[in-house]
C-alpha cells in the first residue's frame, strides 16, 4: 500500500527560529515528490523534487530529497507569522497522489 | 485565466439529499482530481480524469459519482448525502501525461451533511 508520512503532525514556534518538516514515502512507481503549504483554502505548490541530493529553494524555504532512504525535508529560515500553515507533502505513484497528512506549524510572533 | 474554480463554496446538505459539486478550469488541463480532506486525514483522492471521457476511482469514490464530458468541467455527485461525507472538497488539475507535475487546487467547497 502506497503511503506518505509527515513529521511532526504539528509544530510551534517563535519567530526568527528555523524548522524542518519531514516526510517520508513509500509508492510504487515513484517519480517525484511534491510540497504544497495550505493556509485558509487551497494548497498552493512549493517544490517539486525529482532527483536526490539537489536542494530546491525558493527564498527562505529550501527541501531535498533521498531516494536512497526515501524521505524529503522541507526547511524554513527565519520563519515569519505568515509561514503558519499546514505543510504537505505528496508522492505521486504513477496517475495517483497520495499526500501525507500534513504538518500543522504555528509561528509565534 | 480563472485557473480552477469551485461552486458552491458552503453547502448543507441533508441526509439522503443529493447534490452535485461543480469544478471548472480554463487552462487546458486534461488531468483533473477531486479530492476530501478532514481532519489528520490530509488529502485523500476520490475521483480522478485524465481526459474527457474518461474517469476513474481514487482512494476513497464510495459514495460519488464523476462525469467528463469535456475538457473544462469535472462535477462531483453525491447521489445520497451521509453525515460521513461532510468535508471540505478540492479539485485539482494538472497538465496530463507522466510524470506528475504540480495539481492547482480549487478554492475548495465546505459540504456539511446533517
Known amino acids: 500500500e502506497d503511503k506518505v508520512v509527515q513529521s511532526p503532525l504539528s509544530l510551534v514556534v517563535h519567530e526568527g527560529d528555523t524548522v524542518t518538516l519531514n516526510c517520508s514515502y513509500e509508492v510504487t512507481n515513484f517519480r517525484s515528490l511534491l510540497w504544497y503549504k495550505q493556509e485558509k483554502k487551497a494548497p498552493t505548490f512549493l517544490f517539486m523534487l525529482?532527483?536526490?541530493?539537489i536542494e530546491k529553494k525558493s527564498g527562505r524555504l529550501s527541501s531535498i530529497l533521498d531516494k536512497k532512504e526515501l524521505f524529503s525535508i522541507l526547511n524554513i529560515t527565519a520563519t515569519q507569522t505568515g509561514d503558519s500553515a499546514v505543510y504537505l507533502c505528496a508522492a505521486p505513484p504513477g496517475n495517483m497522489l497520495t499526500f501525507g497528512g500534513g504538518t500543522r506549524l504555528m509561528v509565534k510572533p | 485565466n480563472a485557473g480552477v474554480t469551485q461552486t458552491p463554496k458552503f453547502h448543507i446538505l441533508k441526509t439522503g439529499q443529493s447534490m452535485t459539486l461543480q469544478c471548472a478550469q480554463d487552462m487546458n488541463h486534461g488531468y483533473l482530481s477531486w479530492y476530501r480532506q478532514d481532519p489528520g486525514m490530509g488529502l485523500r483522492r476520490i475521483h480522478y480524469?485524465?481526459?474527457?471521457?474518461?474517469?476513474d476511482k481514487g482512494e476513497v469514490p464510495d459514495g460519488y459519482n464523476v462525469s467528463r464530458s469535456n475538457t473544462e468541467d469535472f462535477p462531483l455527485r453525491l447521489e445520497s448525502a451521509a453525515p460521513s461525507q461532510t468535508s471540505v472538497y478540492f479539485c485539482?488539475?494538472?497538465?496530463?501525461?507522466?510524470?506528475?507535475?504540480?495539481?492547482?487546487f480549487g478554492p475548495g467547497t465546505r459540504l456539511t451533511v446533517t
Open positions: 485539482a488539475s494538472s497538465y496530463s501525461g507522466s510524470p506528475v507535475y504540480e495539481q492547482y
Open positions: 525529482t532527483s536526490s541530493g
Open positions: 480524469s485524465v481526459a474527457a471521457g474518461i474517469t
